[in-house]
């Protein structure tokens, strides 16, 4: 399910040119996708799960669009959820919305994949995720 | 031509994996984004004469693929370089290294254009951007 | 009124430590001054009819005590208020507690001035301000 | 002795106010502190030795005063040295100068404790401590 959070943006947000700084955005939706392993519980047992065997998740690459200025005072709504799927990683899609309205401020989409951290390797998403993580499953076996 | 710099990694750059947060990537490639135009002191004139005709240069995507975790102690080499270049926008390529290597911990195209500030308009790349950065001018020619 | 917000500490707050960064609570601390702008609407509105004539509030001095280590997980509930004033300054006393406990993983004493922007001084408390901020003018009677 | 390290200031290190936020100074002064255990090999030595016991220094209070912002373009000098030293803990002195001239933009005293990590417990500055670092035990014998 889509987590959705809200931050308010102070004066240490922005930068010389009075917007939210690029850096910024890439915290607030790394807080987005801690807020969707939550709210999704059964993805935040995975993840403990997992951790437990040594593998972890990893973004390998961020792709954001900046699209318009937040200033200070707004709130940025950040909304994130599982957008797709392949055998070995999944894109999680985020967007920055201006308050309550359907402006974005920045989207993003954000590549993960799971990693085994004694052979330093990336692993196939295996039965273990997809039964863990029901909606990554479905994406699998529609793509 | 090529700017490098470099960062010595402190407690406060990682996180809690105990890897250089993905946030402070942006930071780091913002700074040798200024180590370009400082170098290149004839881009940073240009900049400095455009903004005051109310015309900004502005990031529209940024782009990061992350290699390999650097952790405390690391000194990062950031290089940065101008890309390429269509009508309305151009690509900066940056690279974070591990020190002296070759081995890359990220590595980042940023896509900016320039932005009259009044009309909230993207400009084209006209005469006197062109003019005042040859490079750019090269690679629209060849492009 | 005391303000108080809560921030869920993410893998970007903590360090090498795994502990939430000292930078983070100066941060954290900027959030609830805010908050306490807002909540007391009435200083909020002081502040922007000074900043209107050019005087602005700035901190001069921000002194924190490290209690203990916040990790990934805690909520911080952050506690804001007034604490005392002077002819020429005031302090804000701010506490970050662990979850709903009264647990304080740090906390700060935050002293402020007013500064007139053009003549570049700092100015007295004065009738403006104590009409403003009856809390304000009541420490400095006691005072 | 003292070390010297120097930050340019880039447009993510300014808040709303165009200057450089307060928070960032704890993380310049981090850095600082950082390159004084460098630059004094034998107290980065001490520490790691201390490290392997489970013994690591931690601040339990810094106190900075904000004197003059500096804005995008300036050069920050910071300026780290040991200052004073009790029985069970030491405080870092920091200043952070602007370029190369003697205007402090901020001042800091940084108290610092030795933690056994294990018992959870601040210890008494001790014979290991005192030889590994004998500017320390200086100050200690001078106090």
Same mark, same amino acid.
């Given at each position: 399910?889509?987590?959705?959070?809200?931050?308010?943006?102070?004066?240490?947000?922005?930068?010389?040119?009075?917007?939210?700084?690029?850096?910024?955005?890439?915290?607030?939706?790394?807080?987005?996708?801690?807020?969707?392993?939550?709210?999704?519980?059964?993805?935040?047992?995975?993840?403990?799960?997992?951790?437990?065997?040594?593998?972890?998740?990893?973004?390998?690459? =961020? &792709?954001?669009?900046?699209?318009? @200025?937040?200033?200070?005072?707004?709130? +940025?709504?950040? %909304?994130?959820?599982?957008?797709?799927?392949?055998?070995?990683?999944?894109?999680?899609?985020?967007?920055?919305?201006?308050?309550?309205?359907?402006?974005?401020?920045?989207?993003?989409?954000?590549?993960?994949?799971?990693?085994?951290?004694?052979?330093?390797?990336?692993?196939? =998403? &295996?039965?273990?995720?997809?039964? @863990?993580?029901?909606?990554?499953?479905? +994406?699998?076996? %529609?793509?």
């Amino acid at each position: 399910m889509k987590a959705v959070d809200r931050i308010k943006i102070r004066g240490f947000h922005v930068d010389a040119f009075r917007h939210v700084n690029h850096a910024r955005y890439v915290e607030f939706f790394e807080d987005g996708r801690w807020a969707y392993a939550e709210l999704n519980q059964h993805v935040g047992d995975l993840f403990t799960r997992l951790q437990k065997k040594g593998i972890v998740h990893m973004i390998v690459n =961020i &792709n954001i669009d900046y699209k318009k @200025g937040a200033v200070v005072g707004d709130t +940025l709504r950040i %909304e994130t959820d599982l957008m797709k799927a392949g055998s070995k990683s999944y894109v999680m899609s985020q967007k920055a919305f201006i308050g309550e309205t359907d402006t974005p401020a920045a989207e993003a989409e954000m590549t993960n994949v799971f990693v085994d951290r004694k052979a330093e390797k990336v692993i196939e =998403i &295996n039965e273990e995720i997809m039964s @863990g993580w029901p909606e990554l499953a479905g +994406l699998l076996r %529609e793509g």
